[in-house]
């Protein structure tokens, strides 16, 4: 044993790709496990974080460098959470430093101190201070404020400019002062709910209000519930029991979910404070909302796919809506799921959660077939509103205008005279998905990618949707020199523009990344949308997901026949669940609602059975179709992707990998490849995959650390950029 002022040994997870941990010298006492800390690494220093005190080291004594610096004087993160991290890394074979670090905000991660900045907090001066009547807002702003002094962030959410603020500091009724928040304890607030009324819940949604309330320890519960069946009724029930017995609560959503109107439901019902974690905050406004989450001052965090990896004081309740969307899983660096850590870290901390979704996952179903989620079912809306009426339109022999057949625009028609709104939804953006020249066949395709340009009129350019390079429309044919060049295929704009002449005296709204890429752009459209400046919608799936436009009564998908025969295997699951959530835009409040679906394949079995039967119905028998092939759910995947802009290289890499790792594989582990990606250009890299396949998981972690040994010693590897992603929701 050494003496106390003797140094000793830390082991610290550093951001740098490398699947190891480190080990530093340090003078006692030691920082903890969860502190950060500075080394030395080569020429470098970084900030680098204690995961353990090892009592030896693989590394001699002499060659070992010592920290230069402590930086925190109690840990960032609890004993739990670092022990989930740990876990991550060895399920997903992650570069350790790149999985500790993705639970720290930016700023924690460039060694700024865990300390909320000082704020601007506004003071009532005289609590007896009175305005005007008719000075509604500046009224409501002194009401808000003889509770206690708030930050102008915490007035503007509650609807309080800064000009109403000045208003009142200029009467010297109200005074702004520097300081640093304290941190709140909301636990003895008296009135937890706000006055709002809370709807009389259907039976089917009091059930399951009360089984997930009478649960006790880690309980997952799957809600399937169709859409507009209140699962949110159910959540802000359910976690109103959680937040009165003092204990906070994480809810997850999808990227493109977190709209200031889901925001407001729960501001609308709770009297508690709220954060949000997502990706469009700055890097200070996220370390506020981090370090509100970690000491317990905030009660309800909504946040994107991250915000699962953040600290908790007192985590009670985990709800995950839209469970199946795509964006729970990262795709890039520390490829996780949130889902499934989510479901982790429940576990660990002995609490209950909810996943839900008007169209499951198949991981999820399957979980739920198998008994080890709970399942929840809401198969009605409650009140007057009703479901809506399925149609598919046949294509075939049909004369198109700009992609819409006169039967639908004839429906659009009559929907418009009735005074309701209409949408239309078609998944490519810009005027038309190739360019080609009428006269000799060129087409204009992407230097850098195996893929056609995308013809956009608004602003005119050629645009390559994958790997993003533009450049101007060419004036005529670089191939045979006539100016004959036409699109082929349908974009948003093209509709929008069918639209305007077939439908002139409408107003028609088209909702796409190129038309929301301004901040606050989005929002002033769904606005327009809501106070019907607009009567016909048109977008891509930006538009199907979590909107609530209770005009709408037609909803059309211009074209469903991509899905049907694309090459992955999640293609028709994803296509189900995209149908369903744009399907669930019609109809919602009172007024009926009409899906309309076109298609060159009326008969085939998936539309069916999704336009006849439901997502339910689709999912059983595609679960079955998955079994029959031992894909996932019933089977587990691992993918290692590599690219380089040589693709002999690529290949090389690959194929050694395989002649080394075949041999040494048991019989149950499938080994696929190597793949070419489906397109195999992208960006000027050339790519290609190896699939690796078992029914067990243990299995395919061995084969998977078997694969990484290899690689390591490999010179061919040093050449190409590869990855590992366990699980992958997405084949390239
Ligand atoms: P989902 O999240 O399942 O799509 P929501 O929770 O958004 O559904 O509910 C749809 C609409 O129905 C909302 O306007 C909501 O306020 C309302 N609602 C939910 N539950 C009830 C109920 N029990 N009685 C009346 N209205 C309800
Ligand atoms: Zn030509
Ligand atoms: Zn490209």
Redesign the pocket.
Known sequence: MSTSSAPALLRVALPVPLRREFDYLCTPPLPAPGCRVTVPFGARSLTALVLSHPSESEVALGKLKAITAQLDNSPLLAKAELKLLAWATQYYLHAPGEVYFQALPTLLRKGEAAAYRSSSYWYLLDEQATVPEQAIKQQQALTLLRKGPLTRGELQVRGISSAILQALAKKQLIEKREQIPEPKDWRHTKQLTTEEDK????TE?ALAVSLIQSAHGFSPFLLE???????????LQVMEAVLKAGRQVLVLVPEIGLTPQTIA?FQQRFNLPISTLHSAMNERERLDAWLSCRDGSTAIVIGTRSALLTPFARLGLIII?EEHDTSFKQQEGFRYHARDLALLRAHQLDIPIVL?S?TPSFESLHNAAQGKYQLLT?SQ???T?TVAEHLLLDSRRVQMHAGLSPQLIELLGQELTKGNQVMLFLNRRGYAPALLCHGCGWLADCERCDAHFTWHQSPSRLHCHHCDYQRPLPPSCPQCGQAQLIGTGLGTEQVEQALMGLFPQYGIIRIDRDNTRRKGSLAQHLEGIRNGQYQILIGTQMLAKGH?FPDVTLVAMLDADGALFASDFRATERFAQLYIQVA?RAG?ASKPGQVVLQTHQPEHALLQDLANQGYQHFAHSALQERQAAQLPPFSFQALFRAQATNAKQVHTFLYELVQQLQPQLPATVLCLGPLSAQMERKAGQYRYQLLLQASNRRELAGACRLALAIIDSLVSARKVRWSLDIDPSELW
């Open positions: 709807p009389h819940l259907t949604q519930g169709i859409t507009g069946s209140g699962k949110t009724e159910v959540y439901r809506d839900g008007a809401l809306r409650p009140g509103a609530h669930g919602r």
